[in-house]
């Protein structure tokens, strides 16, 4: 990882509004260590992040992040962001970044164990080089989640609608992928319908009508789904949230894997099925996913 910056921040209550959040940041050395042993992000995964693109310096869709980052936030019964001071934080960090794509990360975690408050911070990294995923696609599998569609409601503890640091099993999920041959993974439930992918969410084209899984408590509502829904919208596409069953993906005319930072992948096959990729159609929806979005 090229890092760019690194920030810690002192989280400010939600409500104490300041025209200036600068006292409470203190830039570190993104290559020295910052975190005391004691911190329950390391120790059990115990927090919340967010990962922002940013191009030529402009950070994509903040707004949308830190919404999302509040709702992690509430799930996970941490104290609530101040989102003007997260903010704050995150244009700092951007200005790091210079030209090309990078990434911010936002990260809350609960703090040293019987420590008074939460530790937060931001970082800024140069961004891999996705143009292969983006322009020749990807290869998925479909994997088991391991739930139901009830499931979350019915076990809320289970955070699954939370952006939580634990991403062991996502990344599983992606080395599982990788050991069948493809490149990535949807997961799908227990009874047979569509989630979303470990790091992205999942978009399906059928005719001129977009869809994408319902965002219900099971999966993660994802900013890049959300700007791309508008977009189709104004270009005259139908848009929609549906519960897919993972049968119907052999109907697709297309489909993709979108997230902030890889943006639209094309998938070039589902479980060995052959999808046909529209690569013109997918260089459009990447060059609106690069133009500067709020
Ligand atoms: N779903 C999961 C599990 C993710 O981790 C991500 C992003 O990392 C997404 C969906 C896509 O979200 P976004 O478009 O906001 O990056």
């Known amino acids: 990882m ?22 409470t940041f203190t830039e570190v050395d993104p290559a020295a260590p910052a975190l005391t042993v004691g911190e329950l992000s390391t120790q059990r995964g115990d927090g919340i992040f967010e990962s922002i693109g940013v191009v030529d310096g402009h950070p994509q869709e903040v707004t949308a992040h830190l919404e999302r980052l509040a709702h992690s936030a509430q799930l996970c019964e941490l104290p609530l962001p101040n989102l003007a001071q997260w903010r704050a934080a995150v244009d700092r960090a951007a200005a790091h970044c210079g030209p090309g794509e990078s990434v911010v990360k936002l990260i809350l975690s609960r703090g040293v164990e019987h420590g008074p408050a939460p530790t937060a911070w931001v970082t800024a990294a140069a961004a891999s080089d996705f143009t292969r995923a983006r322009t020749e696609g990807i290869r998925v599998v479909t994997l088991d989640r391991g739930y139901s569609l009830a499931t979350p409601a019915r076990a809320p503890w289970l955070l699954l609608g939370a952006k939580t640091l634990s991403y062991a099993v996502n990344m599983a999920a992606l080395r599982e992928a990788k050991r069948r041959g493809a490149d990535d993974a949807i997961f799908t439930t227990s009874d047979g319908y569509v989630l979303e992918a470990p790091t992205a969410s999942l978009i399906v084209r059928r005719g001129d009508t977009f869809v994408t899984p319902a965002p219900n408590a099971g999966i993660l509502h994802g900013t890049t789904q959300l700007s791309l829904f508008e977009h189709l919208a104004l270009r005259g596409f139908a848009v929609g949230y549906e519960t897919i069953p993972v049968a119907t993906l052999a109907e697709a005319d297309a489909a993709w894997l979108v997230s902030s930072v890889r943006l639209a992948a094309p998938i070039t096959a589902i479980d060995d099925a052959p999808l046909a990729v ?12 690069l133009s500067p979005r709020d």
């Not at 090229?2 to 006292?23: E, H, S």
């Not at 529209?278 to 996913?289: G, I, K, R, V």
């Open 2 to 23: 090229a890092w760019r910056f690194a920030l810690m921040i002192d989280p400010a209550a939600a409500g104490d509004d300041r025209a200036d959040y600068a006292d």
């Open 278 to 289: 529209d690569a013109e159609f997918t260089a459009s929806l990447n060059t609106y996913l």
